[in-house]
């Protein structure tokens, strides 16, 4: 990596279907030289939403003009409710108003929401047409973007509606963070701390002493962690495109955290990366208390949680920890996507840097565990 062209490419290796990520400052300006060579018509339809449009438009539409690519905008709601068939529908009406062909191409510039809802309508417009990954969230730029999930929410649960469905270029700019509110940084460090926790010891060792600089975003950093983010998650999704094995353990913290997301009304009251954290905290803790994982290691995640400024208690969202709450917590997790005859499926920590999935977790334990009995 040198100093005049920071930018770092890792693959991810899905035969023909594989794409490059690129990591790097500046890449929404330049985006129209690394997106020409895979458009079969020059045209894209931008897909952002009005808190990244103020900031990141203007400059990817100037990029894309300078390549001789013809664009149309379309601006939805930033937030976690965007993500619904209303949205969705209103979606797809706006980008075949466009008057797009087969070879047009989608740009979905924005965090997770503007990701997931982009890439599904991508799967779904015209049988399926290609779309390119510009994420601005640091929780975008190291899980959202990459591997090809894409879906909306529904009444029952998160990301229940969606396809499996690989974007042609993801463009990570570590520049676009610096207009991230510092809450939206941590919670995408939630997403950073994960990786070390399903099969690397070492980089979290090594998060132990640099997660500061990360969430500062120090550029050289920030630009490990999220090559080391994508490099792992990229590896799973090549050997596991369709989550039949170990791409599970990606979905650590996940059932527990959608869970506190449903609760929680899917709204700024509780980040998506904050979820996360909380249900990576409370899956060590269950461990601990099923006599699989180690009390130390559970607290040196507590207390590195907590150094990140990330919840490690539902009194900390504002959940009671009583019968109640755990009923209504159980409630999502039997709608979680990784039920199977309806058992509830669990991503739980042996040590850090060893996760395991749990097919049939106790039910009686998992309710005395939420209600802290």
């Known amino acids: 990596m040198s100093e005049t062209n920071p930018t770092e490419t890792l693959r991810v290796e899905l035969g023909n279907r594989g794409y490059d990520i ?5 890449l929404i300006g330049r985006a129209g030289a690394a997106i020409l060579p895979l458009l079969r018509r020059r045209q894209a339809v931008i897909v952002t939403d009005e808190n990244v449009a ?16 013809g664009t149309h905008t379309i601006v939805l709601p930033p937030g976690e409710g965007t993500k619904d068939f209303a949205h969705f529908g209103r979606l797809i009406d ?6 797009i062909e087969r070879g047009t191409m989608l740009v979905a510039l924005g965090g ?10 991508a799967a779904s417009v015209l049988r399926g047409i290609d779309f390119v990954q510009i994420p601005t969230t640091l929780l975008a730029q190291v899980d959202s973007s990459v591997g090809g999930k894409t879906a909306i929410n529904t009444p029952a649960g998160k990301n229940l509606v969606g396809a499996f469905y690989q974007p042609r270029l993801v463009l990570a700019d570590t520049g676009s963070l610096a207009t991230l509110p510092r809450r ?25 002493a640099e997660g500061r600089n990360v969430c500062d975003l120090e550029p050289a950093a920030l630009t490990r962690a999220v090559m080391v983010s994508c490099r792992m998650k990229a590896a799973i999704v090549a050997a596991d495109e369709r989550e039949t094995g170990d791409r599970a ?21 509780l980040l998506h990366g904050e979820a996360v954290a909380l249900g990576m905290m409370l ?12 009390g130390q290691d559970a607290h040196r995640l507590r207390h590195h949680l907590v150094d990140a400024g990330l919840p490690t208690t539902l009194a900390e969202i504002g959940l009671a920890e009583d019968a109640e709450t755990a009923g209504r ?18 991503i739980l920590p042996r040590r850090i840097g060893d996760c395991f999935e749990m097919r049939d977790a106790p039910v009686d334990e998992l309710r005395a565990f939420l209600a802290a009995t």
């Open 329 to 346: 917590l159980l409630m999502h997790m039997r709608k979680d996507k990784k039920v199977r005859d309806g058992a509830i499926t669990l």
């Open 112 to 121: 997770g929401v503007v990701g997931d809802i982009t890439g599904f309508a």
């Open 184 to 208: 939206e940084t941590r919670a995408g460090y939630g997403e950073i701390v994960k990786y070390g926790l399903i099969r690397d010891a070492d980089f979290f060792d090594w998060l132990e």
């Open 94 to 99: 706006d980008i075949l108003a466009c008057g």
């Open 283 to 294: 899956a060590f803790d269950f461990a601990v208390r099923l006599g699989l994982a180690s």
């Open 54 to 69: 103020r900031h990141h438009l203007a400059a990817l539409r100037e990029s894309l003009a300078e390549h001789g690519i």
């Open 22 to 26: 690129l990591v790097g400052p500046g």
């Open 249 to 269: 353990l990606l979905n650590f913290g996940h059932t527990f955290g959608h869970a506190l997301e449903a609760e929680t009304g899917f709204g700024d009251r």
